[in-house]
């Protein structure tokens, strides 16, 4: 199975950063993290994407605040799937900035962005991406979606 690589701008994203790592860890997924800049390291940013397919891994998710380039900045790299998480911050303005930043990227380097702080989607994302060659993983998947709708329709079935 590929693996997934977690990238995170600073360690401070590790809080929302770690619900991508647990979604992977419940699915049985492979994963590294590591803490790179995209403006203070820049180079071993470069060189970890433009190894990674080659290292095993299938898709890379990035968070970054505030200019939130790290996406932006792997994607430029590689041609794996990059998914950008965009990281609130409490300086300006709540995580819109990451957001733009990281959503609004040139033709010909996309860079798949999920909500503010969106980990758990951003790993879900990568699975999904994973499981289009891999059925076993698809059926987690799929077993998930189903035991999140009869967790819905029991609330449903409380109200009523």
Same mark, same amino acid.
């Not at 049985?28 to 190894?51: C, I, K």
């Not at 932006?72 to 998480?85: D, S």
């Not at 987690?140 to 009523?160: I, N």
């Given at each position: ?10 360690? $401070? +994203? =590790? ?10 860890? $419940? ?9 790179? $800049? ?8 470069? +060189? ?15 968070? %970054?605040?505030?200019?939130?380039? =790290?996406? #932006? ?19 300006? $303005?709540?995580?819109?900035? %990451?957001? =733009? ?6 033709? #010909?380097?996309?860079? %798949?962005?999920?909500?503010? +702080? ?16 891999? !059925? ?11 035991? !999140? ?6 609330? +449903?079935?409380?109200?009523?």
């Amino acid at each position: 199975m590929k693996k997934v690589a977690i990238i995170m701008g600073s360690d $401070s +994203d =590790l809080p929302v950063v770690r619900k991508a790592a647990d979604t992977l860890q $419940s699915f049985g997924v492979p994963y590294e993290m590591h803490v790179y $800049s995209a403006h203070r390291t820049p180079e071993q940013a470069r +060189d970890f994407a433009l190894n990674a397919r080659s290292a095993g891994f299938g898709a890379i998710i990035a968070a %970054a605040g505030m200019a939130a380039h =790290l996406a #932006g900045a792997l994607a430029a790299n590689t041609t794996l799937p990059v998914i950008g998480i965009p990281m609130k911050s409490t300086t300006f $303005s709540n995580g819109i900035d %990451a957001l =733009l930043s990281t959503v609004q990227m040139p033709s #010909g380097i996309p860079v %798949a962005t999920v909500a503010v +702080d969106g980990a758990v989607n951003a790993a879900l994302l990568s699975i999904e991406i994973l499981a289009v060659a891999d !059925d076993e993983l698809a059926a987690k998947l799929d077993a998930k979606r189903k035991a !999140d709708a009869e967790k819905v329709l029991a609330k +449903d079935a409380a109200l009523q």
